[in-house]
């Protein structure tokens, strides 16, 4: 199994391009988020979804949209790039529910100049 | 929001020292999770807590979470370049508006040959 599938790995965007950031899972999770990762920061969730055409907002939502049209795919789409979103963003997935493991992706890595 | 606090920030230890990382809530949680993440690389999941005062082992790691399960704390005994990395915990806050672990801030450690 591939497990947290996250694409592209690496990303250079000007300010104001849009872009969406991809990410798939083959394990049948129902739970699915979106992190980002600034240094000494830790991990700030900025969306999640309990299942197919469900999704909230976590911490940081704005600027961000997501998708959930299917149990497998929860793309991260980015409107308007601006400087403050470059980071290292995590897709990961969990089973049933928050409580059981979290298993992330490779992680992208976006900069915006 | 909720808030789980990490210390300390960065830690640099001798091979063989021993290593601890402290995760503090101010507010009950219903379980703890630990989290590994090497340099470059994602998020792995160590281990969960979920009851008062539970001690945990794995090889030369131990997991505790304290009796008012406010605290938890990770400890390596006699570390090694391998250790080296990022632990994170994340909490789940008990009967919290949202139900989705809230991560710290993370501990580095760098290991010393």
């Known amino acids: 199994n591939a497990g947290v599938t996250q694409t592209p790995k690496f990303r250079i965007l000007k300010i104001g391009q849009s872009m969406t950031l991809q990410c798939a899972q083959d394990?049948?999770?129902?739970?699915m988020y979106w992190y980002r990762q600034d240094p000494g920061m830790g991990l700030k969730l900025i969306y999640y979804?309990?299942?197919?055409?469900?999704?909230d907002k976590g911490e940081v939502p704005n600027g961000y949209n997501v998708s959930r049209s299917t149990t497998e795919d929860f793309p991260l789409r980015l409107e308007l790039a601006a400087p403050s979103q470059t980071s290292v963003y995590f897709c990961?997935?969990?089973?049933?529910?928050?409580?059981?493991?979290?298993?992330f992706g490779d992680g992208t890595r976006l900069s915006i100049l | 929001g909720q808030q789980v606090m990490q210390i300390p920030q960065y830690q640099h230890v001798q091979e063989g020292e021993d290593f601890t990382t402290y995760c503090n809530s101010s507010?009950?949680?219903?379980?703890i999770q630990w989290y590994k993440q090497r340099p470059g690389g994602h998020p792995v999941f160590l281990i969960q807590l979920v009851k008062s005062g539970e001690v945990k082992k794995q090889k030369r790691l131990t997991f505790q979470f304290g009796e008012a399960k406010k605290n938890s704390s990770l400890h390596i005994t006699a570390t090694q370049t391998t250790d080296v990395g990022t632990y994170f915990c994340?909490?789940?806050?008990?009967?919290?508006?949202?139900?989705?672990?809230?991560f710290g801030r993370g501990t580095s450690l760098i290991v010393h040959p």
């Open positions: 990961a997935s969990s089973r049933d529910s928050p409580n059981q493991p979290q298993h």
């Open positions: 979804s309990v299942g197919a055409g469900i999704t």
């Open positions: 394990m049948n999770h129902n739970y």
């Open positions: 994340a909490g789940q806050v008990r009967g919290g508006g949202s139900y989705i672990p809230t």
């Open positions: 507010t009950t949680l219903s379980n």
